[in-house]
T-cell receptor, first 115, second 109 residues
Framework: NAGVMQNPRHLVRRRGQEARLRCSPMKGHSHVYWYRQLPEEGLKFMVYLQKENIIDESGMPKERFSAEFPKEGPSILRIQQVVRGDSAAYFC?????????????FGEGSWLTVV | QQQVKQSPQSLIVQKGGISIINCAYENTAFDYFPWYQQFPGKGPALLIAIRPDVSEKKEGRFTISFNKSAKQFSLHIMDSQPGDSATYFCAADDYKLSFGAGTTVTVRA
C-alpha cells in the first residue's frame, strides 16, 4: 500500500539549471497538489492538478515554474533557470474524490538546493 | 495573505503536560479542518481532522475543539510525550489545503 512517492528526495542544482521533481500519487488517487516549504516556514500551496488538467495554479510563480499531470506517469513540477531563492522542500500530496473529509496525503518531499 | 492564523509559534511542555495550539480562519467556504504533524526531514502526516458540524473530536491523546461561530479551532495534546516533539500545522480545506504557519512543540522529559 504505497503512499505518495516523490523523487528525487534531494536535488542539487546550480543557478540557471532546470529542476524536475516527480510525484506518483497514492494508488487510486487522481488529484495531485504541490506545496512549497521554505526553511522555518509553513507550507504554501502552489498548484492543484487532476489527470491532464490544471485546476488551480494560483500559488505558482508566474515565470519559470510549471506543472503537469499526464494521463500516464507521474506528476512533474518543473523549475527552469533555478535561483537561490528556489531552495526549499517541495511536497506533493494526493487525494481521491474531492469533498469534505477526503484526506489529502503527503509525500516525503523533494529537497532542492540551488548553489 | 495568510488564510489560517496559528499560534503560538513554539511551545515547550513538560512530559505529561498539555499542549494547546490555536487556529483561526476567515473563509466560511472551508469545510474540513485537519491537523498535520511533521518531523524534521519528513512530510506532513495527518494527525486528526474535524468537520464544522462537530464541536469536538478526540482520538487517543489528541483532541480538536471547534467553534464555528468564532471561526476558531484548537488542538489539545494530553499527557504530552517526548515523541510528540514535532511541528504541528493546522489547515483548512475548501478544495485545497490552506495551512497555518506551524507550531514547534518541544516536550521535555
Amino acid at each position: 500500500n504505497a503512499g505518495v512517492m516523490q523523487n528525487p528526495r534531494h536535488l542539487v542544482r546550480r543557478r540557471g539549471q532546470e529542476a524536475r521533481l516527480r510525484c506518483s500519487p497514492m494508488k487510486g488517487h487522481s488529484h495531485v497538489y504541490w506545496y512549497r516549504q521554505l526553511p522555518e516556514e509553513g507550507l504554501k500551496f502552489m498548484v492543484y492538478l487532476q489527470k491532464e488538467n490544471i485546476i488551480d495554479e494560483s500559488g505558482m510563480p508566474k515565470e519559470r515554474f510549471s506543472a503537469e499531470f499526464p494521463k500516464e506517469g507521474p506528476s512533474i513540477l518543473r523549475i527552469q533557470q533555478v535561483v537561490r531563492g528556489d531552495s526549499a522542500a517541495y511536497f506533493c500530496a494526493s487525494s481521491g474524490d474531492r469533498g469534505p473529509g477526503n484526506t489529502i496525503y503527503f509525500g516525503e518531499g523533494s529537497w532542492l538546493t540551488v548553489v | 495573505q495568510q488564510q489560517v492564523k496559528q499560534s503560538p509559534q513554539s511551545l515547550i511542555v513538560q512530559k505529561g503536560g498539555i499542549s494547546i495550539i490555536n487556529c483561526a480562519y476567515e473563509n466560511t467556504a472551508f469545510d474540513y479542518f485537519p491537523w498535520y504533524q511533521q518531523f524534521p526531514g519528513k512530510g506532513p502526516a495527518l494527525l486528526i481532522a474535524i468537520r464544522p458540524d462537530v464541536s469536538e473530536k478526540k482520538e487517543g491523546r489528541f483532541t480538536i475543539s471547534f467553534n464555528k461561530s468564532a471561526k476558531q479551532f484548537s488542538l489539545h495534546i494530553m499527557d504530552s510525550q517526548p515523541g510528540d516533539s514535532a511541528t504541528y500545522f493546522c489547515a483548512a480545506d475548501d478544495y485545497k489545503l490552506s495551512f497555518g504557519a506551524g507550531t514547534t512543540v518541544t516536550v521535555r522529559a
